[in-house]
Structure formats: structure tokens, C-alpha cells
């Protein structure tokens, strides 16, 4: 990056008063001397500064400029990896067009009519057989969610613009998968009651919530570990021991529930839980004597 004209001056000015041999010559008169080394900003040899200093920076920056030139050369020359596409798709703006350079002019836009633009807010790229597998997500009402029809469209166009020619992408933007849980919760009669309500009135549903609310912070296309999920279910106050008898999943248009092992890695990206899918016995834990 270029230096300012002042810090190269500086710089000149630090040499020339740590240099004893650049002092004046003795062959000059003495008002050529006093012109030569006097420390006025308009002095003679101060100009000369000026005027190097002034050549330094043009030379610096016509090198910042052949930089960039040369970064946006092997940018499209390079073949891009997921994580590029994955930033291209979060950087997608509906309604707006792109340049001949694939991005958008943003000028005269306000960050916040930029960012309400930005309407994929979660985005995945997973390479299978040389295929692209895009995820994607919205949002409404900070919860994860499929992105409309007319989103779908202008997103499927904009990464058919912005792909690398001869690689194949398919975009994925589907409601979140299903889950069907069914737990076993040992609580503590002195904190939680039968229907699992905390007896100080806090909370009715604690344990729905702690597991509503890991689904919602869940990484996104992240893999759903059974034991991890039972790890955070047991924060709960009250809960001293949750046991997940059976867990199942559904996507799409399936009917059919398939059972998961220990993990899963979910089809649209989120997952999330319908009250009628969860299944919670309730079972209390006699206090040790």
C-alpha cells in the first residue's frame, strides 16, 4: 500500500538529519548555504523534498494499481473453491443488477437497504461427484426459513452469471427437515412438576425450549449428534438425566420417517421440531435419603 506524500517526506527528512555527509558544501557562499539548509517549509532544498516525495507516492500507486489489476487477473483465471461460492450466494441481492464484473453498484444505496437486498442469510456449498450443492436460507422473524418463488428464481439466474463455466450447480432451498423425538426426562421433583413446569413459575416448558432453542442456534448444515444434543438437554435445571429413546427424520415431500443412529446431516440445511413430533415422559427421580 501506498505511503502518504508526508510520510515519505518524513522519511527523507529523518535520512538527511542523521547524514552528516549531506550537509552543505563548503564551495557554496554563505546565503547558498542559508537558502540550501535553512528549515522553512519554502525553501529550496524543502521543494526538492517535496517534489521527490511527491514522485515517490505516483511511483507507489501505480504499483498499488498494477497489484490490483494483477489480483483481478488471477481471480478470473483461478478456479474457485465452495467457499467462494458459498460468500458470492450470501452476497446476493434480490432486486438489484449486476455489473460486467459480476458485482453489484451499490452507490447511493444506505447499508440498510443493501443488507434488507441480502436475502439469503445461511448458505452451504457441498461438492459431491464434481456437483455443487448450494443451501440456502432466509430468515422471518429471526427463524430460518425457505426463501419465496421469486427469491428461488433470481438467485438460480444470479449464480448461473457468477459460476465458473462447465461447473454444475444445483441450489437447494427447501423447508426445514422434520424431527420426530421421543425422551425420556428424569427430573427433579423439587424443581420441576409433572408436566415438566418449573415449580417456581419461571418457565412451563424448559425443556421444549432449550431444545427448540439448539435447533435455532444450530450451525447451519451442521451434523445433529444425538449425544450432543442429550448433553445440552441435561443443562436444564431440573433435568437430571434425558434420555433419547427414538429420533427419526423427514424432508421434502417424504412421508415416511427414517430413523437416525447417532447422527444426521440435515437434506434442506435446518432442521426444526413440531410440537405433535415431540414425545416427553416424564419421569421423577426420588430425592437419595
Known amino acids: 500500500m501506498a505511503r502518504s506524500i508526508n510520510e515519505i517526506q518524513e522519511s527523507i527528512l529523518e535520512s538527511i538529519n542523521s547524514d552528516t555527509e549531506l550537509n552543505a558544501l563548503e564551495v557554496l557562499t554563505n546565503n547558498e548555504k542559508d537558502n540550501l539548509t535553512s528549515t522553512s517549509k519554502v525553501s529550496i532544498w524543502r521543494l526538492f523534498v517535496f517534489i521527490i516525495s511527491v514522485s515517490f507516492w505516483t511511483i507507489e500507486k501505480l504499483f498499488d494499481t498494477l497489484k490490483q489489476e494483477i489480483e ?8 474457485h473453491k465452495p467457499s467462494w461460492y458459498r460468500k458470492k450466494v450470501l452476497d446476493f441481492q434480490f432486486g438489484h443488477e449486476l455489473n460486467e464484473k459480476d458485482i453489484y453498484n451499490n452507490d447511493g444505496l444506505t447499508q440498510k437497504q443493501i443488507e434488507d ?3 439469503v442469510k445461511y448458505a452451504a456449498v457441498v461438492e459431491i461427484n464434481s456437483i455443487l450443492y448450494v443451501k440456502v436460507a432466509g ?3 429471526t427463524v430460518r426459513a425457505k426463501l419465496s418463488d421469486p427469491q428461488e428464481a433470481a438467485l438460480i439466474q444470479y449464480i448461473k452469471l457468477i459460476r465458473d463455466a462447465g461447473v454444475k450447480v444445483v441450489l437447494i432451498n427447501r423447508d ?3 424431527l420426530k423425538l421421543e425422551i425420556d426426562a428424569y427430573y427433579n421433583p423439587l424443581e420441576i412438576d409433572a408436566n415438566g413446569a418449573r415449580l417456581d413459575g419461571s418457565d412451563n416448558e424448559p425443556l421444549q ?7 435455532k442456534e444450530f450451525e447451519f448444515n451442521g451434523e445433529l449428534v444425538l449425544t450432543k444434543l442429550t448433553d445440552q438437554l441435561q443443562q436444564v435445571q431440573g433435568i437430571e438425566m434425558p434420555v433419547i429413546k427414538e429420533a427419526y427424520y423427514k424432508f421434502g415431500n417424504q412421508q415416511d420417517w427414517t430413523p437416525i443412529n447417532e447422527t444426521y446431516q440435515s437434506d434442506a440445511g435446518h432442521m426444526k421440531i413440531n410440537e405433535d413430533n415431540l414425545t416427553i415422559n416424564w419421569i421423577p427421580r426420588d430425592v437419595t435419603l
Open 176 to 178: 426445514a427437515d422434520l
Open 117 to 119: 437486498a441480502k436475502v
Open 72 to 79: 483481478e487477473l488471477l481471480y478470473l483465471l483461478k478456479p
Open 209 to 215: 425450549n432449550k431444545l427448540k432453542q439448539y435447533l
Open 139 to 141: 430468515e422471518n422473524n
